[in-house]
């Protein structure tokens, strides 16, 4: 078996087979409250993905799943008069939400469900991403192979599982019986994996006539896609390339620079770097967006305009970078104690072969890169979206010390960082994020005739973006006591009402179990087990 390992995940891919590292399937549900013949939510705030300001308290009707109502009962601060309200059934379910605020189900354009590198299996990744109020997921490149997404895609719709709605997007070339070489078999490819049920290809680049012929044929197939420009083929094929052939989206920021260059072609690197060292790797490309064209200059803003011209989506996915401009803080992060498996932490430790595991020798001049990379890099993308273009929200996690659920509300914060109004941060990962995968007819905002996922919170995430962090925000109360508010209360997904809380005590006990059967507790790298 040919092990190939790519910048987001590893691949297990079998010639003349489909053979995978798969994780541990997701067992028979057991959470959730539901279906319901009816089913109310009274009272909420309602934060809706469209960019519209909250507005409230609002009833919330729901029947076999589909929003039937969305109503405004009254006034801020009054009390609500039952006259007005819609009636319950009587077979029907009301929650009492009142005082608490209402989101769209959150959509994570970027999410790897676990890894056996990382020994994180389906429920672990599942109840974590659905703890976070995420209620749709897309898998770039089906690491567990595609037959197995697939499955855990039809039984999540089926509410078989407890999981969120999930779209596989197949690595370009997964499962050939040999390298793709010729457009023409790129063409037959993309179109068998289209029979076999595929929602759309990631690709992390080929030879110019190779993408050209692919996209064109998964376009004509009705498919979307994503690609990371990886620096193999980048200096070939940049993000200009892949949006003028037919591109959904571009995954984090690759390619990206190359397109900005106007003094060079290639990236600045040193004559010793080596791909395969990932130090080198990461190092080097917080070096390369001052490489690139001047923020609002004539060069990178005829790329923008190109890109918007094309209808591009950027798809960012900030936080899976964040520890490359500050190592300590996400080492460090509050929730790896209880949240993050000792398999998952051993895969972060510094390593010569683990992907994301690049700290050889990572301090303040690689940070200071970084951060950098990041001003400029935000700038690009905050001006993108002032301009219209479409933005959405990616995790990545299980990479780089970035934990499923949290890792995505990290990314809410940067998006926030830079320069998104709170509003328009839940825009990118609800409304955003359904049109770039072509079901924003279903999903994205709460409105009637759109299925039931909604995400139910006990704060204002607009006002502190952390109250959705599973391990919520801290605040000092009137009288000096130090509390913990926030975490999602409800995540409704197809109707079915789960406690966010408990899918995460479940998680919790997990993890304890994990540490307990291997007597492991959590040690910073270099230091020593204690006696």
Not at 61 to 84: F, M
Request: charged content about 25%.
């Amino acid at each position: 078996m040919l092990k190939t390992k790519y910048c987001c995940l590893f691949l297990f891919v079998a010639i003349g087979s489909s053979l995978f590292a798969q994780v541990k399937k997701s067992p028979d549900r057991k959470e959730g409250d539901g279906p319901y013949a009816q089913l109310i939510i009274r009272g909420v705030t309602l934060i809706n993905g469209n960019g519209a300001p909250p507005t409230g308290p609002v009833d919330v009707v729901v029947e076999n799943n589909l929003i039937k109502e969305v109503k405004n009962v009254g006034y801020p601060g009054v009390p609500i008069d039952p006259k007005g309200r819609p009636q319950l059934k009587p077979d029907g379910k009301e929650y009492n939400c009142e005082g608490m605020f209402m989101l769209p189900g959150l959509i994570d354009m970027h999410g790897h469900i676990g890894g056996q590198a990382q020994g994180a299996d389906a429920e672990y990744v599942f109840k974590l991403w659905m703890g976070h109020g995420i209620t749709t997921v897309r898998d770039p490149g089906a690491g567990n192979g595609l037959d197995w997404v697939l499955e855990h895609k039809r039984r999540s719709e089926k509410n078989e599982i407890t999981a969120p709605r999930l779209l596989a997007f197949t690595v370009f070339g997964q499962g050939a019986k040999e390298t793709i070489s010729t457009p023409a078999q790129a063409r037959e490819w993309v179109r068998q994996n289209a029979q076999k049920g595929s929602d759309g290809i990631k690709f992390f680049g080929a030879p110019p006539e190779i993408m050209t012929a692919a996209l064109d044929e998964n376009k004509k197939l009705g498919l979307r896609s994503a690609c990371h420009h990886a620096q193999m083929d980048v200096a070939r094929w940049n993000v200009l390339n892949s949006a003028r052939a037919g591109l959904t989206t571009m995954e984090h920021w690759y390619g990206l620079p190359e397109a900005l260059f106007t003094n060079q072609t290639v990236q600045n690197y040193p004559l010793d770097y080596n791909y395969q060292n990932e130090q080198d790797r990461f190092e080097q490309a917080g070096k390369l967006w001052k490489q690139a064209a001047a923020p609002y200059s004539e060069h990178w803003s005829k790329v923008m305009d190109e890109l918007l011209a094309l209808d591009f989506t950027l798809d960012p996915t900030f936080n899976i970078y964040d520890a490359n401009r500050d190592l300590m803080r996400a080492r460090r992060a509050e929730w790896h104690e209880e949240y993050t498996l000792p398999s998952l932490w051993r895969f972060y430790m510094p390593s010569r072969i683990s992907h994301g595991s690049y700290w050889q020798s990572w301090g303040t001049e690689q940070e200071i890169s970084w951060k950098e990379n990041y001003r400029l890099w935000m700038t690009f993308v905050n001006e993108y979206k002032n301009r219209g273009g479409r933005v959405t929200a990616g995790s990545d996690s299980g990479f780089i010390y970035q934990l499923y659920g949290f890792a995505f509300i990290r990314e809410l914060e940067m998006l926030r960082e830079a320069g998104f109004h709170p509003l328009e941060v839940i825009k990118s990962a609800t409304l955003n994020g359904a049109e770039a995968l072509g079901i924003a007819d279903k999903v994205g905002t709460i409105q009637v005739g759109k299925l039931a996922d909604m995400v139910i919170v006990e704060e204002n995430p607009l006002q502190n973006l952390q109250v959705l962090y599973g391990t919520g925000a801290i605040k000092l109360t009137e009288d000096n006591k130090v509390v913990r508010v926030g975490g999602v209360k409800y995540t409704v997904k197809d109707g079915i009402v789960y406690d966010a809380k408990q899918l995460l005590a479940d998680v919790r006990k997990m993890v304890a179990d994990s540490k307990k059967k291997e007597d492991f507790e959590i040690v910073q790298p270099g230091e020593k087990i204690k006696p």
